[in-house]
């Protein structure tokens, strides 16, 4: 856990400060001076008597007792140093800006281990190595550039990586974007982005602490604690957006079943944001631009007014707004005909709302006052302003600055002309503002902000279960894939809803179970993985001699050891299915079954355990939902059915976390009932890796 001496020390000492400011030990001092730490500076230098202006401590064995170090020396001098100031300097705090460690090498991971061991003996804690540094309100404790000037109200920003952290902090300042806290954690050897935002939840003050958080991921080693912080201190009136880099699917492990296939690691980050509430950014752009709407008061609603003075950008933000779900209706009422009596000839008031390119300041303020106060409709607003370039338009900047202010809902400024209108952009920002230079990419951060969801709700409620039936079928099985009777008495002991079955391995008894059933039925081969692939699937077979001729042709299927027989029914094909994901612990997934599964790969992933309202949001979020509700006169699904089948997945999972791979595939959905056809569940031993208690139950 970070402590006083991190983040509020009385003294630091840069071991391997230099005179070169090009060296990160000679830039950090510079940045330290530079930012007027008020507490004790030192400094060791083997060769120096004093750097910068600051005595040099040529061996750190003569240097008085020190709250921070932070170290910028070889990787091989790290340990012992470390040793010295934590045994005999009382240090507790270690920033460790050197590379060469387990980043590097195995050797590196030994040396690494040492400095982790030692700063764990004392309670001290270490940020790195391999990191640029911290910054914080007390100490610029950086190496790099920019520096920015913090504010207490700006963004706490967490990153794994150094230099991406310096290019998102490039990208966002021109734009007005302020910062609070800066970690870059590097290597994260002891302190990570979890128990940083573990820190920021547990000391959250609202008078204040940064409402904003903002991450670069490059690995999420602890997702539960990553889950209860991030969803903690968006209850508490937060908003966190986060890249997770590594998003390609080459990094995922095979696997026999859709199920195994389909749910790459990054399918597990996805589900773990939006339980927690976090907004998944995929570039520094796309983090940037969010970042930046946070800043402004919430949008309640999904109705935007657009006021511009430019026809096209108008258009390309209306086209984002609507493909991301978001409105921008048409305004049309009394007060929108007196507004458009206060504008010239030519102008348009029906949204977006277009007072032309010699539009005034005044009028401005007008339209302004009438979406915020008389257009009921509107919950939002998106000013686009340049400069038609004839004059300088300080007023127009001044008067959105005022209303901004004033206004009830929330107005969004895009300022396109960061040339030509360079002098009004920069007093803009000097009036605390942010803006955004582009209206698509505007756009697409307010609707990928509308679409996440809220924090799911903590410990869910999960329904009744047989919990001695289920146990019992798990601890008597082997491991592997479940034979038919076994799956078939963890559903029911599930109370997941499934087709009558009989499972043969002789012809009679093919023959008698057929009838008992009642022709039409299906026949499934037991044993190959992929059924239809090998021929082992024969639909619709409506008489006994089919039956014979079937069985003894299926039987003879490579690894085949019986037939599953099952009455031929009709509805339209769902998917559902788990895995368990290392550290995530179990995602249910679902979706339609046959090409939108096969094909189009349209599956929507949740973390379990699931509420039903979680459910209900992953079947509503597939692309193709509007089957389920039913389209051009067929039926539609009963979502509350399949999203009941997901919950009860959920509580059979947490029953049994043994459970690593399962597939209802497919289910058959009606506009009453939701039933598996077939299914199959693989069990192994599986640990669970978290620091956190309660966690998800790990299999045994």
């Known amino acids: ?49 004093e750097v910068q202006g600051i005595r040099s401590y040529r061996d750190p064995a003569d240097l008085p007792e020190v709250d921070l170090a932070i170290i910028a020396i070889t990787a091989n001098s790290v340990p012992d140093t ?38 764990n003996s004392v309670n001290g804690v270490l940020i790195g190595p391999n990191c640029i540094g911290v910054l914080t309100p007390d100490y610029a404790g950086i190496f790099t550039h920019p520096v920015p000037k913090l504010n207490p109200f700006g963004c706490d920003f967490i990153s794994g990586s150094g230099a991406t952290a310096c290019f998102i902090m490039e990208a966002g300042i021109p734009n007005g974007l302020t910062f609070a806290n800066v970690f870059s954690v590097g290597n994260s050897a002891q302190i ?8 920021l939840d547990e000391n959250y003050d609202p008078a204040s602490s940064s409402p904003v958080k903002l991450l670069y991921l490059e690995n999420i080693v602890k997702p539960w604690m990553l889950l209860k912080h991030a969803s903690s201190l968006i209850r508490k009136g937060c908003r966190i957006a986060a890249i997770k880099a590594g998003s390609s699917e080459a990094g995922s492990r095979a696997a026999s079943s859709h199920t195994g296939a389909l749910a790459s690691p990054d ?21 940037i631009s969010v970042a930046t709407v946070f800043m402004y008061p919430e949008l309640k609603g999904k109705n935007m007014a657009i006021i511009t003075h430019a026809g096209g950008p108008a258009v390309m933000l209306t086209d984002a707004l609507s493909n991301g779900g978001l409105s921008v209706p048409h305004i049309e009422n009394p007060e929108a005909k007196e507004l458009l009596a206060q504008l010239y000839p030519g102008s348009s008031v029906g949204n977006p709302i277009d007072f032309l390119a010699t539009g005034t300041a005044k009028q401005l303020g007008t339209i302004i006052d009438y979406c915020d106060k008389q257009f009921k409709e509107i919950d939002g607003m998106a000013v686009i302003f340049g400069t038609p370039g004839l004059s300088k338009v300080f007023d127009v900047y001044n008067v959105l600055n005022d209303k901004m202010n004033a206004s009830v809902k929330p107005i969004f400024p895009i300022l396109p002309s960061i040339m030509t209108a360079h002098e009004e952009i920069t007093g803009f920002l000097l009036k605390g503002k942010t803006f955004f230079p582009d209206e698509v990419i505007f756009g697409n951060a307010l609707s990928k902000i509308y679409n996440t969801p809220a924090p799911a709700t903590a410990e869910p409620v999960m329904p009744e279960v047989n919990l001695a039936g289920i146990r019992s079928i798990i601890d008597s099985s082997a491991l592997g894939y479940l034979p038919p009777a076994s799956v078939q008495g963890l559903m029911d002991a599930a109370g997941i809803p499934r087709a009558g079955e009989a499972v043969v391995n002789k012809r009679e008894i093919a023959s008698a179970e057929a009838a008992r059933l009642g022709f039409p039925v299906v026949m499934k081969v037991v044993g190959p993985v992929h059924k239809s692939d090998v021929g082992g699937v024969v639909l619709n077979v409506r008489d006994e001699q089919t039956v014979l001729t079937e069985f003894d042709r299926m039987m003879k299927i490579k690894e085949t050891i019986a037939i599953l027989i099952q009455p031929m029914l009709s509805g339209t094909e769902l998917f559902a299915g788990a895995k368990f994901e290392p550290k995530f612990g179990h995602m249910i997934l679902c979706g339609m079954g046959g090409i939108f599964i096969e094909v189009l790969k349209d599956v929507a992933a949740g973390l379990a355990p699931l509420s039903a309202d979680e459910a209900l949001a992953m079947i509503r979020s597939l692309k193709s939902y509007k089957i389920i509700q039913g389209v051009r006169g067929q039926k539609g699904i009963n979502e509350n059915a399949f999203a009941d089948i997901l919950v009860r997945l959920s509580a059979l999972l947490k029953a049994a976390p043994e459970i690593i791979e399962l597939d ?15 299914a199959r569940i693989r069990i192994a031993p599986c640990l669970l890796s978290t620091s956190l208690a309660p966690a998800p139950p790990a299999p045994v």
């Open 1 to 49: 856990m970070l402590n006083k001496s991190l983040l509020h020390p009385e003294s630091i000492v840069v071991v391997g400060g230099s005179n070169d400011t090009q060296k990160p030990g000679g830039a950090i001092l510079k940045n330290l001076i530079n930012s007027n730490f008020k507490g004790r500076l030192y400094v060791t230098n083997l060769k120096e008597s």
């Open 82 to 119: 470390v040793e010295l100031l934590a045994y005999r300097k009382n240090t507790r705090a270690f920033i460790v800006l050197s590379a060469g460690f387990s980043e590097e090498s195995r050797a590196g991971k030994e040396l690494e281990k040492l400095v982790v061991d030692t700063v």
């Open 192 to 199: 990570g982005a979890e128990e940083i935002l573990a820190y």
């Open 267 to 287: 399918v597990a980050v996805n589900a773990l944001f939006r339980k927690a509430g976090i907004v998944r950014c995929y570039g520094r752009e796309d983090l």
């Open 664 to 678: 209802f595939n497919p289910l058959l959905g009606k506009e009453d009932t939701v039933i598996a056809v077939d």
